[in-house]
């Protein structure tokens, strides 16, 4: 990916459509970036809890750099549109929560409906992607205050990243990380395998 794009076009492409979603995620990212006055690509320093998986995540990832393959992105399933920016250097850390009723472009439910149909004539294709442009507008000047609630947390920073020993499960012979294999009886198991034997 090129990092010399701007972060809202890098996002956009990293999660493949414009959505209200993203750009509420891009808006998050970059005031985690003025709170930590930090410049982008400096991803190795900052550490993302997400609780939630939507679209949102997708800004997070592309432009704060924080992924899972990295290590560096912590996804809790807690249905919110909060997420957790830490700057490990200076022991830093941000939380951002979008608010429950944000001002909304006039226009937001009705693109919402018709963006939950599958039945659009050409004309109300035409109306969805120019309530997109407004909602784009609205969502892209607004003042953070408007759209999130925020403030200075403690963190715990986890120890960084280390390599785990790779097990062999006995059932499926695949290998699973030490740390999420099941030991019974005699047997090393996968979670997979041992969900499948009944185990809860
Ligand atoms: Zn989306
Ligand atoms: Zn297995």
């Keep these: 990916m090129c990092r010399d794009m701007p972060p ?36 190795e320093e900052l550490l993302a809890v997400v609780e939630t998986d939507s679209c949102g995540v997708d800004a ?18 807690y249905g919110k549109a909060v997420y957790t920016i830490a700057r490990r250097d200076k022991g ?5 929560a979008q608010k429950f009723n944000p001002k909304r472009s006039p ?4 693109y919402r409906e018709l963006d939950g149909r599958k039945d659009l004539t050409e004309e109300e294709k035409v109306e969805r992607e120019n309530l997109l442009g407004q909602i784009f507008e609205s969502i892209m000047t607004a003042p953070w205050e408007d759209i999130f609630d ?3 947390v403690d963190f715990d920073f986890p120890e960084k990243a280390q390599i785990r020993r ?9 290998g699973v990380m030490e740390g999420r294999a099941i030991s019974i009886e005699d047997e090393v198991l996968c979670p997979s395998c041992y969900l499948d034997k009944g185990g809860q």
Excluded at 60 to 77: E, H, P, V, W
Excluded at 107 to 110: E, M, S
Excluded at 166 to 174: H, N
């Design 107 to 110: 226009g937001f439910d009705r």
């Design 60 to 77: 997070i990832q592309s432009i704060l750099g924080c992924t899972f393959g990295k290590g560096n992105l912590i996804f809790k399933d």
């Design 166 to 174: 790779t097990l062999q499960c006995s059932r499926c012979g695949e």
């Design 150 to 152: 925020w403030r200075e």
């Design 8 to 43: 809202l076009e890098q996002a956009i492409q990293f999660h493949g459509h414009i959505c209200p979603g993203i750009l509420m995620g891009v808006r998050a990212a970059e005031l985690a970036l003025k709170h930590l006055q930090l410049e982008r690509d400096r991803d």
């Design 92 to 96: 830093k850390a941000i939380r951002i």
